[in-house]
């Protein structure tokens, strides 16, 4: 049971982030939910954690919405639930998350174009 609502708070965060939806972001997120990003250098992203719903929310919505031609998936990222963000095939985001209840609690989001080969479709 506990794995269903996982996955059901992991859909509306991934169907919140694909549509821009910050305040549908704000409603799953923990009121003290921070994101963590890894662009590696080589992808413009912040430098230190982003603390707070109404932060992360803008965070997600400005980082991940809206990229004309992104497929998103759900599924198991390293462990933890997640999505994985492909434009033509090739992985441009994955997006890891930890879930307490009902509410996402935190999200890291890998942007490094050198830790996602693996990510790739063939």
Known sequence: MA?????RVV??????????????L???????AMVVSDGGGRVRTAVRPTHGADAVARFVT?????????ELSVGPVN????LVLRQAGRAVAVVAVSVAGT????VWIVLNPDKLRHWHRG
Do not use: C, P, Y
Request: no cysteine.
């Open 3 to 7: 794995d269903r609502v996982v996955q």
């Open 11 to 24: 859909r509306r965060f991934a169907a919140a982030s694909e549509a821009g939806d910050a305040a549908a």
């Open 26 to 32: 704000r409603a799953v997120l923990a009121a003290n």
């Open 62 to 70: 400005e980082l991940l919405a809206g990229q004309a031609g992104t």
């Open 79 to 82: 462990g933890r639930a997640g």
């Open 103 to 106: 509410e996402v609690t935190a």
